[in-house]
C-alpha cells in the first residue's frame, strides 16, 4: 500500500507541472479568443459596418482560437493530437460538403452586406423577380413584390444580374 502512494505521489509531481502549462495556454487561448471577437465587435461599430457580419467574423474567430487553444494545450499534455486534427478536417470537409448550398448563401450574404451592391428601400429585378428590399439576411434577401414576400437566396443575388430599378414614386 506503500509502494502504491509513493507511485501515485511521483505521478503527481511529474505531471502537475506539464498540467499547469497545458491550463495556462488554454486560459490564454480563452483570453485572447474573447479579446479578439471583442476587438471584431468594436471594430466592425467604429467602421460602421453591419453588426451580423461582424458577429458572425467574431464567433469564428473565437471558436477557431478556442479549439487551436484546446489542441494545443492537449498536444502539451502528451496527447497524440494528429487524430483530433485529422478528424477535424475530415469534420470540417463532410460539413463543407452537406451544407454547401447553407454555406454559399451565408458567404454570399456576408459579401452582399460589405460591399452593398443594393440597400434596403432599393427597387430591384433578378431573373424574373422584382420588388423592393425589405431585409437583407445572411442567408437570403427578401422583396416585396407588389404584396407577395418574396425570398431569394443570397447565392442567386451574388452570381445572377441584379437591375437596380427606379424608384416609384407614390
Known amino acids: 500500500?506503500?509502494?502504491?502512494?509513493?507511485?501515485?505521489?511521483?505521478?503527481?509531481?511529474?505531471?502537475?507541472?506539464?498540467?499547469?502549462?497545458?491550463?495556462?495556454?488554454?486560459?490564454?487561448?480563452?483570453?485572447?479568443?474573447?479579446?479578439?471577437?471583442?476587438?471584431?465587435?468594436?471594430?466592425?461599430?467604429?467602421?460602421?459596418?453591419?453588426?451580423?457580419?461582424?458577429?458572425?467574423?467574431?464567433?469564428?474567430?473565437?471558436?477557431?482560437?478556442?479549439?487551436?487553444?484546446?489542441?494545443?494545450?492537449?498536444?502539451?499534455?502528451?496527447?497524440?493530437?494528429?487524430?483530433?486534427?485529422?478528424?477535424?478536417?475530415?469534420?470540417?470537409f463532410a460539413l463543407g460538403f452537406a451544407l454547401r448550398d447553407t454555406i454559399s448563401n451565408l458567404l454570399a450574404g456576408v459579401l452582399i452586406l460589405l460591399y452593398s451592391p443594393f440597400e434596403i428601400g432599393n427597387r430591384i429585378k433578378i431573373l424574373s423577380f422584382e420588388g423592393v428590399v425589405v431585409a437583407i439576411d445572411l442567408r437570403y434577401t427578401e422583396l416585396d413584390g407588389q404584396g407577395s414576400r418574396i425570398l431569394i437566396p443570397n447565392s442567386k443575388l451574388f452570381t445572377d444580374p441584379i437591375t437596380l430599378l427606379p424608384q416609384s414614386k407614390t
Open 1 to 92: 500500500m506503500e509502494n502504491i502512494a509513493q507511485n501515485l505521489l511521483e505521478q503527481i509531481t511529474l505531471w502537475t507541472p506539464q498540467l499547469g502549462f497545458a491550463l495556462a495556454i488554454f486560459v490564454v487561448f480563452w483570453i485572447l479568443a474573447h479579446l479578439i471577437a471583442r476587438a471584431i465587435r468594436k471594430g466592425a461599430r467604429h467602421l460602421q459596418h453591419d453588426t451580423r457580419v461582424a458577429l458572425l467574423l467574431a464567433r469564428t474567430a473565437k471558436i477557431v482560437l478556442i479549439t487551436l487553444g484546446t489542441v494545443t494545450a492537449l498536444g502539451n499534455l502528451s496527447v497524440d493530437v494528429s487524430a483530433i486534427v485529422t478528424g477535424l478536417g475530415l469534420t470540417g
